[in-house]
């Protein structure tokens, strides 16, 4: 059975940082497309950053050049890097894995073109101005 467990997250003031960490047990494919997730009070979830087993690596508009997404193989954990923080950036953030890495990317979350198998229960992130 796939369990997901996310954790990392917390409260902060504006411009700080956080890592987010997601920790897969029972996944033994060694193709997938992972991905991180958020979703913002009366908002639908968005997609913030996707990786695959090629290593390919995709973001939001609103992250890129402040987020970060890496997995580390032998953990098996997949972490998401989250500098320079705004309000804007709260939510409640989830992560996701799917069997087929391709096709992996926020672009393809939005559009629907793709969903993830598995998910984690959520962690929330509250950034204060």
């Known amino acids: 059975q796939v369990r997901l467990v996310e954790s990392g997250g917390g409260s902060l003031q504006t411009g700080g940082s956080l890592r987010l960490s997601c920790a897969a047990s029972?996944?033994?494919?060694?193709?997938?497309?992972m991905g991180w997730f958020r979703q913002a009070p009366g908002k639908e979830r968005e997609g913030v950053a996707t990786?695959?087993?090629?290593?390919?690596?995709t973001y939001a508009d609103s992250v890129k050049g402040r987020f970060t997404i890496s997995k580390a193989t032998v953990e098996n954990t997949l972490y998401l890097q989250m500098d320079s923080l705004k309000p804007e950036d709260s939510g409640i953030y989830y992560c996701?894995?799917?069997?087929?890495?391709?096709?992996?990317?926020?672009?393809?979350?939005?559009?629907?073109?793709?969903?993830?198998?598995?998910w984690g229960q959520g962690i929330q992130v509250t950034v204060s101005s």
């Open positions: 029972g996944y033994t494919y060694s193709r997938y497309c």
């Open positions: 996701a894995v799917d069997t087929s890495p391709y096709d992996c990317s926020v672009e393809a979350a939005l559009q629907g073109r793709r969903g993830y198998s598995f």
């Open positions: 990786i695959n087993s090629l290593a390919l690596t």
